[in-house]
């Protein structure tokens, strides 16, 4: 499994799990290397609905501190980019780097 698509299911099944429904809208991915490790950085916006507005603060100031399962890859770093809560619907523009699990 390719780490876009690790990184997608990982963030849905997570939303998921939470109670919120997720579609991504654009997804950017390109290669990223160190010294050390080889892997991928991400940009991708997605919405989110099943969010009330007091919820939507909660779950953007927590993203960086969860735990998300990707298959064969491991998430570095994730952060919000950007966000808009309206009409019941946030639109989140997120980064993340994932690298090869060995």
Known sequence: MNAERAL????????????????????????????????????????????????????IAGLGERQFDLKNHVLIDIAVTDSVFEDGMLRLTLEALTVVAD
């Open 8 to 59: 997608r299911d990982a963030l849905a099944a997570a939303f998921a799990a939470d109670g919120f429904t997720m579609i991504v809208e654009d997804a950017v991915s390109r290669p990223w290397a160190s010294a050390t490790f080889s892997g991928r950085r991400h940009e991708l916006t997605a919405q989110l609905s099943g969010l009330s507005g007091l919820a939507a603060p909660a779950l």
